[in-house]
């Protein structure tokens, strides 16, 4: 696990790709068209500055090229444009690995007292900017690669200590022996970190079951620069606000996490899965409302809308069978469009046979089909492997991002169809034409979660200025319709200038405020989640975005 080697300029593991299958391939050509490849230079290409002299920093510092280039930033698109193309790419000038919570204590307090910013990273998996080095000033980067592991386990109220740079199948691993799970399954799992969860309050696959991470934070520790801060783990507490809750989702500006003690459970006896086809849309989610309001058990709900569920069934991945049922259901007139739904339960044999029951009376009486566990077993075992097909896209010349929000079932019509029109709107002033795919997840009682999918051509020497056009319409569009900026990847450096209008004047102050009392020197993150921000809406040209 630990032996194999990340990909410095895009996404995963490196020699591990996923081609673009030539039915999807065909698909997006007929809707986008074609753009010009995003060429990727060669490391030995790239013209890179020397680091900036460091004070000492109480642990040791790498400064060569490599190691400063491969914790540059995250896996945002402008991230993805910098790294491969070279344009606008800012290193760090050194890179710390604390072993302690008590040695990144004191990288906290020799950096703010040389005036050395401090950028923190866990998997480097952010899209939203929250690794991105913007070094104006010296800049080091805390990686948390050297606090790994499982720390402690308390079998008897299923409580599990693990460090924060302990990465998603490490954890699992970890807990199998002892017949225990967390659950948190992102689609970053195999390359992100407990802290990076917490950090950004994510989101798994199976958060309508298991809930998202802040539900599984027990306790949690941070490293200061005035010392270490813990706060033990405890199932609930009426002391004041929740400081646990406000540490979820800081997003690196209080402090490092360094531990989190997380709420485990028992390896479920069985686990299933099917795949249900709606006619529509509007069919499909209301049969997700009506499961999670009825209190049906779900642990993994996934609704595709039409043009989702239209290229999914051009994906290699789905066997030719379900390929061949989904044309066969096609052809009944009320599915000629049809939607796919991914249904996943975990528990007992008894527990998730009365959970498929209950939900297939929900399912058929809003005109679903079941199609049988095909399509479930093959999204289970490619969902990790789905983030690779980005730069097989990008080499192709076709741009690719994604946006997720949330609110209430009430208002969830509504925000589909504007940032759908935002999307499209945008490409009508670029000169391009667009694929916008969304799928509802994440589920709730009072609302859900909505997940966008665009594609364009990529027109040479202007990727930024393209994706910020559709990045600034979108989010404009999600908040004329009171959505959330973020359901689960965080504000990062690229939702900040639109934070204020979710928040309020308060709520932002009170962000500020929080950083300030813990990190007085504003050395953590600079212009992460609140600070200055690159507005988006000033971007004319390829170079002028940095995440």
Known sequence: MTSRIRRWNGWGWEGEFAALPPLAGQWLAERVGTGTPLAVREERELELPPPRPLPELGVAVETGDAVRLRHAAGQSFPDLVALRSGRGLQLPDGVVTPATAEECCEVLRRAGE???????????????????VAAAVPTVVLSLNGLRGLVDLDRESQLATFRAGTLGPEVEAALTPHGLR????????????????????????????????????????????????????LPASAAGPELRR???????????????????????????????????????????????????????????????????LRMAHLPGLLR???????????????????????GSEGDVDAARRRAAEVWRAHRGLALGGFGWRSWRRERFRHPYLRDALLDEGIGVDTLETAAPWSALGGI??????????????????????????????????????????????????????????ATDALMVSGATLSHHHGVGTLHGPWLEREVGG??????????????????????????????????????????
Not at 182 to 188: C, K
Not at 324 to 346: D, K, N, Q, Y
């Open 416 to 473: 589909y169809e504007r940032v759908g029109e935002a999307l499209h709107g945008a490409a009508g002033e670029l000169g391009v034409r667009a694929a916008v795919l969304c799928h509802l997840s994440h589920a709730y009682r009072d609302g859900a979660s909505l997940y966008f999918t665009f594609f364009w051509s990529l027109a040479a020497g202007q990727e930024l200025a393209q994706w910020a056009a559709f990045k600034r319409a």
């Open 182 to 233: 967390l659950g948190h399954e992102p689609q970053s799992f195999e390359l992100s970190t407990v802290g990076g969860w917490v950090a950004t309050r994510s989101a798994g696959q199976r958060s309508t079951g298991v809930g998202k991470i802040e539900d599984l934070v027990a306790g949690l520790q941070v490293a200061t620069s005035s010392g270490v801060w813990r706060l033990p783990p």
């Open 324 to 346: 061949r049922m989904g044309s066969w259901v096609a052809r009944i007139p009320r599915f000629a469009s049809p939607c796919l739904l991914l249904l996943g339960w975990t």
């Open 506 to 547: 308060h709520g932002r102050a009170v962000l500020e405020a929080a950083a300030g009392a813990v990190d007085p020197g504003g050395v953590l993150n600079p212009g992460v989640l609140v600070g200055k921000h690159q507005d988006l809406r000033d971007t004319e040209g390829a170079d002028d975005v940095s995440a």
């Open 114 to 132: 040389a005036g050395v910013k401090v950028v923190i990273r866990g998997g480097g998996t952010s899209v939203v900017g929250g690794v991105t």
């Open 246 to 312: 406000l540490l979820a989702g800081s997003e690196g500006r209080l402090g490092v996490l360094t531990e989190a003690t997380l709420r485990v459970r028992p390896i479920p006896e069985r686990e299933e899965g099917v795949t249900v086809q709606f006619p529509c849309w509007s069919d499909g989610v209301a049969a997700c409302r009506e499961l999670l309001q009825s209190g049906c058990p779900v642990e993994v709900l996934r609704l595709s809308d039409e043009r989702e569920s239209e290229l999914a």
